[in-house]
């Protein structure tokens, strides 16, 4: 069975600071996918990383992908308010195909100003 | 047209009532999949369709039951539902096959039931 852990589960941070929320899951995918979800919303795809030492970076975020380890990392530079959300990573554990993604428990991410 | 949309929105169901939610998508893509999420949980996959056939069913009890009645439509049927099964229904699609896998989520329908 596919796991997915996600640390920490909850994070509260001061605007300005740099933080990292790890995921490591138990197979052997090389498909890791960063997701955003705003309270009552639906997932926003933030990042797809598709093979190993995948670095992907968007604003204030940047997401990488170690496969050996099964282990990746979302990178917080700068926090700003707007970033306040839930993140959730989630691993697809074939080789593409329509298999469905299994999603961690989730990082909720408190900024204040 | 990068949406996959979904309706209605929210849902208030009796125990014996019938309803149905729907998810459409103009992106071509092949797959699609419903993924119940409960307050401060994470999305859990239920049911997938590749190619309009349902390839997943992750033991989900009988009375949830998915339709894929063509490659832009998916449909969940809700049929004597427990309080315990309100939630927000997630739809999501990808392109089915050898490409990133990304899934796009609808907004998703809050089903409450009473």
């Known amino acids: 069975e596919l796991k997915v852990e996600q640390n920490p589960l909850f994070l509260s941070m001061q605007e300005g600071k740099n933080y990292t929320i790890y995921c490591n899951y138990s197979t052997t995918s090389d498909r890791l996918y960063w997701y955003r979800q705003d309270p009552g919303k639906s997932l926003e795809s933030l990042f797809v990383l598709l093979s190993n030492g995948a670095v992907k970076q968007e604003g204030r975020l940047m997401a990488s992908l170690d496969t050996k380890a099964r282990l990746s990392t979302l990178h917080i530079t700068a926090a700003v308010h707007d970033l306040s959300a839930t993140y959730f990573c989630a691993v697809r554990d074939s080789g593409g195909g329509a298999d469905g993604l299994t999603f961690g428990k989730g990082t909720h991410l408190i900024i204040q100003p | 047209d990068t949406e996959v949309t979904q309706t209605p929105k929210h849902l208030v169901m009796g125990m014996t009532n019938k309803k149905s939610l729907k998810c459409e998508q103009h992106?071509?893509?092949?797959?699609m999949y419903w993924y119940k999420q409960k307050a401060k949980k994470p999305p859990e996959l239920m049911f997938v369709y590749s190619y309009e056939k349902l390839s997943i069913n992750e033991s989900v009890p009988s009375r949830f039951s998915p339709e894929c009645p063509n490659s832009s439509l998916l449909n969940l049927h809700l049929h004597a539902l427990q309080p315990e099964d309100s939630a927000l229904y997630l739809c999501a699609s990808s392109r089915a096959g050898g490409n990133t896998g990304e899934l796009f989520f609808g907004e998703g329908s809050r089903l409450t039931v009473l």
């Open positions: 992106m071509g893509h092949r797959a």
